[in-house]
């Protein structure tokens, strides 16, 4: 009986698939959320690679994984300072 390695692999990439997305919906610090949606769009590119599809892949990573969480992260910034800080702290001013 031959081990089908693309399909175990596909299932532990969509665990990790679902465990980003889910720590992105869950957690209160943006830039923690941030961290776990880049993590969530490389994953959708290997997913992409394993089914072959590699200009897919390089456009997931390039666009989605590499400018999407920068653009979040710049977007936090540059904003007010409290909500960065944990909530139900008073920022000090």
């Known amino acids: 009986m031959a081990v ?4 175990i692999a596909f299932f532990i ?4 698939e679902i465990i980003g997305s889910v720590l992105v919906v869950i957690n ?16 959708i590119g ?4 394993l089914f072959l599809s590699e200009f ?3 456009i997931q990573i390039l666009v989605y994984a590499g400018a999407v969480p920068v653009l979040m ?3 936090i910034m540059l904003t ?13 001013e």
């Open 4 to 7: 089908d390695w693309e399909l």
């Open 13 to 16: 990439l969509s665990a990790f």
């Open 28 to 43: 209160k610090r943006l830039v923690r959320a941030a961290f776990w949606l880049a993590m969530t769009l490389v994953t």
């Open 46 to 49: 290997v997913i992409y690679l």
């Open 56 to 58: 897919v892949f390089l």
């Open 73 to 75: 992260v710049f977007g």
């Open 80 to 92: 007010r300072r409290k909500i960065m800080d944990e909530p139900g702290q008073e920022a000090p």
